[in-house]
């Protein structure tokens, strides 16, 4: 986690930032993963775990690093894609970091629980396409 830092963010909780300035297609980060069959996400759903799990291609996983504290945005910065051979999720910059700017990338989810207008939540891990891209 060379270069990046965990900070206190509202209203996610935590999330990493850069502790100097980036290029763009630096890799940023590489977490391995464990991975799980997708009937086992309906038991996560009741933990504080629902937030944090990923899924790529059908397959669920949890990412055992600080890549789980990579927050969501519409206009992201990274991107992370699923290494099949290491078995580790990559993050990687799509464009310059700026030292002090958050690290994010899009969760993809068709709906995001803290934007919707009204109804419960529906919640579940962030998705990415089946190349492993989000």
Same mark, same amino acid.
């Given at each position: 986690?060379?270069?990046? *830092?965990?900070?206190?963010?509202? =209203?996610?909780?935590?999330?990493? %930032?850069?502790?100097?300035?980036?290029?763009?297609?630096?890799?940023?980060?590489? /977490?391995?993963?464990?991975?799980? =069959?997708? &009937? *086992?996400?309906? $038991?996560? @759903?009741?933990?504080?775990?629902?937030? %944090?799990?990923? +899924?790529?291609?059908?397959?669920?996983?949890?990412?055992?690093?600080?890549? !789980?504290?990579? /927050?969501?945005?519409?206009?992201? /910065? !990274?991107?992370?894609?699923?290494?099949?051979?290491?078995? *580790?999720?990559?993050?990687?910059?799509?464009?310059?970091?700026? $030292?002090?700017?958050? +690290?994010?990338?899009? %969760?993809?989810?068709? @709906? %995001?629980?803290? @934007?919707?207008?009204?109804? &419960? +939540? +529906? &919640?579940?891990? &962030?998705?990415?396409?089946? *190349?492993?891209?989000?």
């Amino acid at each position: 986690m060379t270069g990046l *830092e965990i900070r206190d963010v509202k =209203p996610s909780g935590r999330g990493l %930032y850069a502790k100097a300035d980036v290029p763009a297609g630096a890799v940023l980060l590489r /977490n391995p993963v464990v991975d799980f =069959p997708m &009937p *086992e996400t309906a $038991a996560l @759903e009741a933990t504080a775990l629902r937030d %944090y799990y990923f +899924v790529i291609a059908g397959t669920a996983f949890i990412c055992l690093g600080v890549g !789980s504290l990579v /927050n969501h945005s519409d206009d992201p /910065n !990274s991107d992370c894609d699923l290494d099949t051979e290491t078995r *580790e999720l990559v993050f990687t910059a799509v464009r310059p970091i700026t $030292a002090g700017e958050q +690290v994010t990338f899009d %969760y993809a989810w068709d @709906e %995001y629980p803290w @934007e919707a207008a009204a109804g &419960p +939540v +529906v &919640p579940g891990g &962030p998705s990415v396409d089946a *190349e492993g891209t989000a």
